[in-house]
């Protein structure tokens, strides 16, 4: 039996910005937003957190795919026996731009995105912990055909310290990371990620990072810009800066804040005139009164910032 949180079988239809969550139980090809993925098939902007129990074939968003899935994300758990993985158990489509944080547990060909592959896998990373003790376990792949594509794909090594990137084979287009640097975005953006507010790699602002505090996420899983302030905000704190400096920087975030919560849209611009305020502050203290490191981050955070009321 076919089991999907969402729908059992996708025959040749498109399935956009959907989600599922809960527990999904299935013996073949259990997904937690589809069972299976058929030619034609397109999976698009859709997410699952799931607590997907299958047995042949289970994967947290799609338990197999022949077609496509692109900027989707999964996370959860999956419990199965043979190819399971953290976006999908088995794929002999194309899957592109989608990250899996799934904790995955099977007997045979178990991976972090994809248990078993046999299609294309494009810019996308894992970053779950796995629990299997069979060969055929990877941090991106379990087991992986001689006709498969890679490129541009990471998983964390350090979550996964003991295991490759495919439990089968090894391909330089599937790159381990520390933990650190899957939270840096020159990491993807250096090998060809596109970015919010970079354009050396395309204009279609596919990914954005909240840098050192989280994985890359996907442009339409942005965080509301109160809520980056309020992050900004803490982000000066924690550096303990001089007081009346700390004390110059909060004011202009503060009063940033309560433009935007006045819900007018006529103080967009002005909330983007205190943020590079506080840029331009940040700036004249580089290496002086606040580390480069340090400013180069803040100055980064608030452009983000700028650059989502901006779009």
Request: aromatic share 8%.
């Amino acid at each position: 039996m076919i089991t999907g949180g969402l729908i059992g079988i996708n025959q040749g239809g498109s399935i956009w910005e959907c989600y599922a969550t809960g527990t999904i139980l299935g013996d073949f090809f259990t997904g937690g937003l589809v069972g299976a993925n058929q030619e034609g098939g397109a999976i698009l902007i859709c997410y699952a957190d799931s607590t997907v129990d299958g047995n042949f074939v289970a994967g947290a968003l799609v338990g197999v795919n022949s077609d496509t899935i692109s900027n989707c994300s999964a996370t959860g758990t999956v419990f199965g026996t043979t190819d399971s993985g953290g976006l999908v158990g088995a794929n002999s489509g194309r899957v592109s731009n989608c990250y899996a944080t799934t904790s995955v547990s099977g007997d045979y060909e178990t991976g972090g995105l994809v248990g078993y592959n046999d299609g294309l896998v494009f810019s996308s990373y894992a970053a779950g912990l796995l629990t299997n003790d069979d060969p055929n376990t990877g941090g991106l792949v379990g087991s992986s055909e001689t006709n498969s594509t890679y490129s541009m794909c990471f998983w964390d090594s350090n979550i996964n310290p003991d295991i490759n990137g495919i439990g089968n084979v090894t391909d330089p287009n599937v790159i381990g990371e520390s933990t650190e640097n899957m939270q840096t975005e020159s990491t993807f953006s250096g090998i060809g990620w596109d970015f919010v507010g970079e354009t050396v790699n395309g204009a279609n602002d596919i990914w954005w990072i909240n840098e050192g505090k989280d994985y890359p996420r996907l442009w339409w899983e942005t965080i509301e810009p109160v809520e980056l302030l309020d992050i900004l905000a803490q982000d000066v704190i924690d550096l303990e800066l001089q007081p009346g400096l700390e004390n110059s920087l909060l004011a202009k975030l503060d009063a940033a804040l309560q433009k935007l919560e006045d819900d007018n849209e006529n103080n967009d611009a002005a909330t983007i005139n205190l943020l590079e305020a506080f840029i331009n502050t940040v700036e004249a203290q580089r290496g002086k009164k606040i580390p480069e490191a340090d400013a180069d981050a803040l100055i980064a955070a608030a452009q983000e910032i700028i650059d989502l009321l901006s779009g």
